[in-house]
């Protein structure tokens, strides 16, 4: 097995992502104390995270679907 992120540990970084959004969602992401404005997180940059775990998790899922492989056919026309 290579090192690297696997699909469970993809899986499990995409999961902790979208509870992140939800928390931020509940809460609200700024507020305010007298004159000074605070921020929690950026959403965008959350849902930017939660996309390329998205995508990591379909293409690994990709990779164990066809066992490591990436499959490429050429189909030449021919009029018989």
Same mark, same amino acid.
């Given at each position: ?15 902790? *992502?979208?509870? =992140?959004? !939800? ?14 404005? !605070?921020?929690?997180?950026? !959403?965008? =940059?959350?849902? =930017?995270?939660?996309?390329? *775990? ?25 009029? !018989?």
């Amino acid at each position: 097995m290579r090192a690297g992120i696997t699909l469970q540990i993809a899986r499990k970084h995409l999961a902790a *992502w979208l509870e =992140a959004e !939800l928390v931020l969602a509940d809460g609200g992401q700024s507020y305010q104390i007298g004159s000074r404005m !605070l921020t929690r997180a950026n !959403l965008n =940059a959350i849902r =930017a995270t939660i996309k390329f *775990w998205e995508d990591k998790v379909a293409y690994l899922e990709s990779v164990e679907k066809n066992k490591g492989r990436n499959r490429v056919q050429r189909v030449i026309p021919r009029d !018989l």
